[in-house]
């Protein structure tokens, strides 16, 4: 009896063994991933470009790694319970990571909540989540820019062009700069934070500046170009410098300025997205703060291709707080004025 015990339990310790081994060789022959991604909306301009990026270098890595990955990629149309219900589809499909840009920057408790229950790491980008919530659990990520880094660089265009050459600055030359300031969504982190530091980079830099008056325009190129329009109407003659929290924007204020048939007048934006570079090539839009776009999507992709495979993240992309990536900026302004 004891012998057929002894035969049974080393039967019973040889499956583990063989069960456990299959297991680690799974783990460690992991050949593809599955990587969720959902978008805000489809229809933002910058958002629109990293999604390009991240699609670029998912195939990049896939080369590289001899890694098969498969995107899932959704658009929230601007509705958080859309967003919520696209995570729990992720989910259900077996998605080894999510990659989510929330609708809603200050709700994402519920996407943190599904993603935790199925132990599925999320890598959050450009609409960043509250502290509170980043710290609920250790594979939450975060991919962006450091949005007052962004306005210090907005502000020192304009801080040294009129070092340079007042006169490029201060159109009408009466010792004030007058400028008009367009704003991004009031939730959105980068909004706040890039309105109050372009600002104080250039009364750091001694620019003397007069704010005519600003405006909410959501990030949108036709919600700018109506508020500029109707400034342009109200200020006649005023307005000397346009600062706006994004290209788009930047590009709706040059819409107004050219159905206006006003030329001189100094628009500045930042994104670098792909109308915002034919602007600036062009030279309608005096500069623009661009985020390093190769390395923002990369670091996205290997991020989340490092969660999906159980590996520790990616040095090359250092994590402030173990948490947070801030990808690298610079200044692009138009050559004529770069030249002085
Ligand atoms: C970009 C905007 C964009 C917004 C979307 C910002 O960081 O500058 O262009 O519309 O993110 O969340």
């Known amino acids: ?53 991240i699609e670029d270098k998912a195939k990049e890595y896939e080369r590289e790694s001899g890694i098969k990955v498969t995107l899932d990629i959704q658009e929230a149309k601007g509705n958080q319970n859309t967003q919520n219900n696209q995570v729990e589809r992720f989910i259900s499909l077996g998605c080894d990571v999510l990659c989510i840009n929330p609708v809603d920057r200050m709700d994402t408790s519920l996407i ?30 975060y991919v962006g820019v450091d949005a007052k880094e962004t306005a210090i660089l907005q502000g020192e265009m304009v801080v040294d062009l009129y070092r340079e050459q007042p006169e490029a600055v201060d159109l009408n030359g009466d010792g004030v700069v007058s400028y008009v300031m367009l704003e991004g969504e009031t939730s959105h982190q ?10 104080q980079t250039l009364k750091d830099g001694r620019v003397p500046i007069e704010k005519i008056t600003g405006g909410i325009a959501n990030w949108e190129r036709s919600q700018a170009s109506a508020l500029m329009e109707q400034w342009l109407a109200e200020y006649p003659d005023t307005i ?35 109308p915002g570079l034919e602007a600036l ?14 390395i923002y999507g990369s670091a996205v992709i290997k991020l989340a291709a490092s969660c999906a495979l159980g590996e520790e993240p990616p040095e090359e992309y250092p994590l402030t707080d173990g948490t947070y990536f801030w990808t690298p900026q610079e200044i692009l302004i138009t050559k004529i004025k770069e030249n002085l």
């Open 281 to 294: 090539e062009s030279g309608k839009l005096l500069g623009t703060v661009s985020a390093n776009k190769e």
């Open 240 to 274: 000397e410098l346009v600062i706006s929290n994004n290209d788009d924007m930047a590009l709706g204020a040059i819409d107004a300025l050219e159905r206006a048939q006003i030329v001189g007048v100094n628009v500045i934006g930042i994104d670098g997205t792909t």
């Open 112 to 141: 943190i909540d599904k993603a935790m229950t199925a132990n599925v790491p999320v890598v959050f980008f450009n609409r960043q989540p509250v502290e509170e919530d980043m710290n609920r659990w250790d594979k939450l990520y």
């Open 1 to 53: 009896m004891k012998r057929t015990i002894k035969i049974f339990l080393s039967c019973m310790a040889a499956c583990l063994f063989l069960t456990s081994c299959q297991g680690v060789r799974k783990e460690e022959e992991k050949t593809s991933i599955r990587i969720g991604i959902s978008l805000y909306r489809g229809d933002d301009t910058f958002i629109n470009n990293i999604r390009s990026i």
């Open 190 to 199: 980068d909004s706040l934070i890039r309105t109050e530091w372009s600002v």
